[in-house]
C-alpha cells in the first residue's frame, strides 16, 4: 500500500467544501427578518468548562468503540449491502454538518441577542466535533472494509455526483437566503429539530440491524447534541415571532424548509434505510411508520400547532402533501428506483432486490409489486454484463427524469411535475412547492414586500447538464469512479467482486449512447412542443413508467 | 394502568399525576404540557432534566451519550424515558414558560347557548354547551374565540367555570359593540356559536407555598372566578386574596358565590371594593389598586394574577412591584384587557 503524501492529505481538507465548485458564494449575509421585542433566555447556559470534559467524555465512548469494532472484525462482518450505502451517505453527512458550523456565524450579526450567542458558538462547536467524527468513521470504514473504493473520494464526489448533489441541497439550505431563514429556520427548526430524527436515531437503529453497531455509536454522539441546537432554534422563533412584520416571513420560510428538508432528507434517508437494509423482519418500522410517528404526530402536532397561537399559519397543506408523497405516491421508492437506474454514475455498489425484500415491501407498502416489482426484477436481469448496456440504456419502460431545479431531487412523481421559464430558461420542478421556493420565496421582492436578502438559488443544479453529450465513460472517468486497474468501474449494480467478468467496466460504457440531459433538450424544443412534452410526462408514472398513449 | 403518583415541576410550578406505566413526558403531553423534547427515544437529549426530589425512576433504555452514568448519578434524568414509582420534583432545564402550557390542541367547536343572564346592569353571564366536539379541555384562566355570526369577526373571552362541557363567560356589553349589540340583540337560547380554543397562559401556576393575590375588576372577574371555582374543586389550601373593584353596588356579581367560596378554601379572603357612591356599603372604597395598597404591606412571597381593564392592570403592575412581588410572578391577561372590548 502507498501512503499518501503530507501535501496531498492538506489538499484533500481543502475540498471540504470551503471553496465549493458549483456556484460564487456571497460575502455577505444579511436579514430581511427584525428583532425589536422580545429577549429570549438561553435557556441551557452551557459553559465550556462542563463542555469540553463532557465532549471528552463522549468521544473516548466513540473511540472505544472503533477499537471494538476493529478488534470484532465488524468490517468484514457487517452487511455488504449497508456498508454500500455508507459511501454515499458518508460523503454527504460532513458536508450539511460544516454547513451548520458556518450558519451560527450568520446568526451572532443577525440576532440581537448575546445571550444567544454563546448557545450558537457551542453549535458552531459541535458541528465540527460531528464532521470530525463521521469523517473519522469514514476513515475506519475504508481502512478496514472489503471494498474501500468510494470511501476515499466521497469528498469530490459530493459535489458532482448523480445522488450527491441531493445531499448537497441539503448542506447548502443552512448557508443559502437570508441568514434567519438558513441557519435558523432551515438549519435549527425544521432540519434539527424534525428531520435529524430519522437521520440520527433511525439510521443507527437500522445500521445495527445490519451488524454495523460503529455506526450507531458514532451517531448517538452526535445526537446527543441536538438538545442544544433545538433550543437554539426555538429561542430565535421565539423572539422572531415577536415582531408581527416577522410572520409573512416564518410563514414563507416554513413552507420552504419544510417541503426542501422532506423532498431531500426523506428522498436519501428513505432509500438508505429501506433499500440498504437485509433485515426483513416484518415487525421493524418502514420509513413511513417511523415519519409518521417522529414528524407527523410529534414534530408537527406537538411543536408545529401551538405556534398558531402566536397568530402564524403553518403550512398544514404540505405536511399533509409530504405524507401523500409517501405513502401514496410511492416517494421514496421512486428515489431508490432513480439512484439505482443511474448505478453506474455512483461511487458505490447498488445490491438487487431479492424475493425476501419483494415480500418486506408487499408486506409494508401494499401494491409495491405492482408499481416496482417488474423494475428490479429487471434490474437483476440486467446487473453482470452480458452483451447489454446498464440499465438506464435498456428498455425496462422506465422514462428517464428531468431535474428539479430547486430540491435537484427528479421529478419523479410524474404527475406534480411543472414547469417555469425563469432568467431566460425552462426550469423542470418536482412539485409546485419547489416551483414556488424558486420562483416566488428566492426573490428579491416577496409578496410586494423587498427581501433583498434572500438571495437566488443558483450554480450548477442539473448533474445531468454538466454531461449533456458526453459519452457514459468519459463521465465516469472524469468523476473519477474508476478502481485502481484504470477501467473497472467502482460502481456495480450487485455485489459480487470475486468474479472478475461480473464486473462493469468503462469499455463496456464506450457502447452506450451518449447522456442527454432532459433539461438542455426541454430548452431546445418549441413553445409547442415543449407543452405537449409537458403534457405526455405529468400522465406518466408509477415506477417512472412512460405515459401510455 | 399502574398505581399514579404525583410528579412536580420546577421552576414552573406544575403538578401532574403521572401513570407508572407512562413516562413523564408522554403523560404530560397527554395532560397539556408542552414540555421541551426531541426524539423521544433517549437518545437527543433535549428532555433532559435535573431530580430535585424522589430516588424510585426506572428509565427505559436510552443512549448513554445522552445520559451518561456520571450525571444520572448526580440526579440528572430523561423525561422520554422516565417512570417514576413514588412522588417526585423535577427541574426542568430547557423550558419557555409560555409554551409550557400551549400543549393542549386548539379546537374548533360548534356550541348551543342555553343561558344568558343579566348578572348587572352591562354584565352578561353567557353560558354555551358544546354541541361538536361535545367537550373543550382548557386550563382554568384560558380564553376562545368566539365568531360573531354572519360574519368573520372573533372576540375572545375567558372561561369564568372549570366545565368543558358548558363553557361559562362573564361578558361586559359596550353600547355599539359588535359582539355586545349581537348579545344583546339577536342571540337567544337554542342558538349556535362558533368558537376556536383554548389560548393564553394566565394560568395558575403551583407553588404550595407562596400566597395568591388576584386583582380584577369588569369582565376580568372572568378568569379569576374560573381560577377560584378549580382551587375550591381541587382543595388548594394556599393562602389567597380576591381584590374585587367594581364602580358602585350594581357593578357587582357573583358576590355571594365568592363568599361562599370561603367555605371550601380555608385560606381564602375577598375583599370587593367600590370607587362610587359608597352609601350604605360597608366594604372598602376607592380604587382597587388603592385599597390593595392600603390592605399589604409584603408580597414579596405571593404571586399575583391581574384582569381587568387596562387602567388597572397597569397602575396595580408597579404597585405589586413596590410591595415586593417579583416581576416574574406577576401574571396578567393580555388578552382579556383588551379583547374584551367591542
Known amino acids: 500500500m502507498s501512503r499518501q503524501s503530507v501535501a496531498k492529505a492538506h489538499q484533500k481538507i481543502q475540498e471540504l467544501a470551503w471553496e465549493p465548485m458549483y456556484h460564487q458564494p456571497v460575502s455577505h449575509y444579511g436579514t430581511d427578518y427584525t428583532f425589536r421585542k422580545a429577549q429570549k433566555k438561553d435557556p441551557l447556559k452551557q459553559v465550556l468548562r462542563s463542555y469540553f470534559p463532557m465532549q471528552e467524555e463522549k468521544d473516548h465512548r466513540v473511540y472505544g468503540a472503533s477499537d471494538g469494532a476493529i478488534r470484532g472484525n465488524m468490517f468484514r462482518q457487517v452487511q455488504e449491502r449497508w456498508l454500500e450505502w455508507q459511501k454515499l451517505f458518508l460523503s454527504i453527512i460532513p458536508l450539511p454538518e460544516i454547513s451548520a458550523a458556518r450558519a451560527m456565524p450568520l446568526l451572532f450579526r443577525n440576532v440581537p441577542n448575546p445571550e444567544l450567542h454563546n448557545g450558537q458558538a457551542i453549535q458552531m462547536i459541535d458541528e465540527v466535533r460531528h464532521s470530525t467524527i463521521q469523517q473519522n468513521l469514514k476513515r475506519l470504514y475504508m481502512n478496514n472494509y472489503i471494498d474501500p473504493a468510494g470511501f476515499n473520494s466521497s469528498l469530490r464526489n459530493f459535489q458532482n455526483d448523480y445522488c450527491g448533489t441531493i445531499g448537497r441541497q441539503f448542506a447548502e439550505g443552512f448557508i443559502t437566503g437570508d441568514a434567519i431563514t438558513a441557519a435558523s429556520i432551515y438549519l435549527t427548526i425544521v432540519a434539527e429539530t424534525a428531520f435529524t430524527n430519522t437521520l440520527f436515531v433511525a439510521m443507527p437503529a437500522e445500521a445495527a440491524a445490519n451488524g454495523d453497531y460503529l455506526l450507531p455509536t458514532v451517531f448517538h454522539s452526535v445526537q446527543s447534541d441536538e438538545s442544544r441546537h433545538i433550543s437554539n432554534g426555538y429561542a430565535t422563533l421565539l423572539m422572531a415571532l415577536a415582531d408581527e412584520g416577522n410572520h409573512q416571513l416564518l410563514e414563507r420560510d416554513l413552507r420552504y424548509a419544510w417541503w426542501n428538508n422532506h423532498r431531500v432528507v426523506d428522498a436519501a434517508i428513505g432509500t438508505f434505510i429501506e433499500y440498504g437494509t437485509k433485515d426483513r423482519r416484518k415487525d421493524r418500522e418502514s420509513y413511513a411508520e417511523m415519519w409518521r410517528r417522529w414528524i407527523y404526530d410529534d414534530y408537527y402536532r406537538s411543536y408545529l400547532v401551538p405556534l398558531e397561537k402566536y397568530g402564524l399559519t403553518i403550512p398544514h397543506d404540505l405536511i399533509e402533501e409530504s405524507w401523500n408523497q409517501i405513502w401514496h405516491k410511492g416517494y421514496v421508492h421512486e428515489v431508490a428506483q432513480f439512484f439505482a437506474t443511474g448505478w453506474l454514475a455512483n461511487y458505490w455498489r447498488i445490491d438487487p432486490m431479492t424475493d425476501k425484500d419483494f415480500e418486506w415491501f408487499e408486506h409494508k407498502y401494499p401494491g409495491w409489486y405492482d408499481r416496482y416489482g417488474k423494475w428490479w426484477e429487471n434490474y437483476n436481469r440486467l446487473s453482470t454484463p452480458n452483451g447489454h448496456h446498464p440499465i438506464v440504456a435498456e428498455d425496462v419502460d422506465y422514462q428517464y427524469p428531468h431535474r428539479c431545479w430547486t430540491c435537484m431531487v427528479p421529478c419523479l412523481v410524474r404527475e406534480d411535475m411543472v414547469m417555469a421559464e425563469v432568467d431566460g430558461q425552462w426550469r423542470t420542478y418536482c412539485h409546485e412547492a419547489c416551483r414556488w421556493t424558486d420562483v416566488e420565496a428566492f426573490r428579491p421582492v416577496y409578496q410586494g414586500r423587498n427581501t433583498p436578502n434572500m438571495g437566488q438559488l443558483i450554480g450548477a443544479r442539473e448533474w445531468e447538464t454538466l454531461y449533456h453529450g458526453w459519452n457514459w465513460a468519459d463521465v465516469v472517468q472524469d468523476m473519477g469512479f474508476v478502481r485502481d486497474d484504470g477501467k473497472t468501474m467502482v460502481a456495480q449494480p450487485h455485489l459480487n467482486l470475486d468474479d472478475p467478468k461480473k464486473m462493469w467496466t468503462l469499455d463496456h460504457l464506450r457502447r452506450m449512447p451518449n447522456l442527454q440531459s432532459p433539461n438542455v433538450l426541454l430548452n431546445q424544443m418549441s413553445d409547442a412542443e415543449r407543452a405537449a412534452f409537458h403534457a405526455n410526462y405529468i400522465k406518466g408514472g408509477p415506477a417512472g413508467r412512460p405515459a401510455k398513449d | ?342
Not at chain 2, 120 to 132: G, K, P, S
Not at chain 2, 243 to 255: E, I, N, W
Not at chain 2, 288 to 314: F, Q, W
Open chain 2, 1 to 342: 394502568m399502574g398505581e399514579k403518583h404525583r410528579v412536580r415541576f420546577e421552576p414552573v410550578g406544575i403538578e401532574i399525576e403521572v401513570d407508572e406505566e407512562q413516562t413523564v413526558l408522554r403523560s404530560a403531553s397527554e395532560q397539556g404540557l408542552m414540555l421541551m423534547h426531541g426524539c423521544k427515544e433517549g437518545q437527543c437529549a433535549a428532555c433532559k432534566s435535573f431530580v430535585l426530589d424522589g430516588d424510585d425512576i426506572e428509565l427505559d433504555r436510552y443512549s448513554t451519550f445522552a445520559l451518561p452514568d456520571y450525571e444520572k448519578e448526580e440526579g440528572f434524568t430523561l423525561l422520554c424515558r422516565a417512570h417514576v414509582y413514588e412522588d417526585v420534583t423535577i427541574e426542568l432545564l430547557n423550558f419557555d414558560e409560555e409554551m409550557i402550557r400551549s400543549g393542549l390542541p386548539i379546537q374548533n367547536a360548534v356550541a348551543e347557548v342555553v343561558a344568558i343572564d343579566h348578572v348587572t346592569h352591562d354584565l352578561r353571564h353567557l353560558v354555551l354547551e358544546l354541541i361538536e366536539p361535545r367537550e373543550l379541555t382548557f386550563f382554568p384562566g384560558q380564553y376562545v374565540d368566539i365568531k360573531v355570526p354572519g360574519t368573520e369577526i372573533t372576540r375572545s373571552f375567558s372561561m369564568a367555570g372549570t366545565s368543558y362541557k358548558k363553557l361559562e363567560f362573564v361578558i361586559k356589553v359596550y353600547p355599539d359593540g359588535i359582539f355586545s349589540s349581537y348579545l344583546d340583540g339577536t342571540l337567544k337560547v337554542g342558538d349556535r356559536l362558533e368558537l376556536t380554543g383554548p389560548f393564553g397562559v394566565f394560568t395558575l401556576r403551583d407553588a404550595p407555598d407562596r400566597d395568591l393575590i388576584f386583582v380584577g375588576g369588569g369582565a376580568g372577574l372572568a378568569p379569576i372566578l374560573s381560577l377560584l371555582r378549580s382551587m375550591a374543586e381541587r382543595g388548594i389550601e394556599r393562602k389567597a386574596v380576591f381584590y374585587y373593584g367594581a364602580r358602585t353596588a350594581k357593578d357587582l356579581c357573583f358576590v355571594a358565590e365568592i363568599e361562599a367560596l370561603r367555605g371550601k378554601l380555608p385560606g381564602f379572603r375577598f375583599v370587593p371594593a367600590l370607587s362610587e357612591e359608597p352609601e350604605g356599603w360597608a366594604g372598602e372604597v376607592g380604587l382597587i389598586t388603592d385599597v390593595l395598597k392600603t390592605n399589604e404591606v409584603d408580597l414579596s412571597r405571593a404571586h399575583a394574577y391581574l384582569c381587568g381593564p387596562p387602567p388597572m392592570v397597569e397602575a396595580a403592575m408597579p404597585l405589586l412591584a413596590q410591595l415586593g412581588t417579583p416581576e416574574k410572578h406577576i401574571y396578567y391577561d393580555k388578552f382579556t384587557t383588551t379583547g374584551g372590548e367591542d
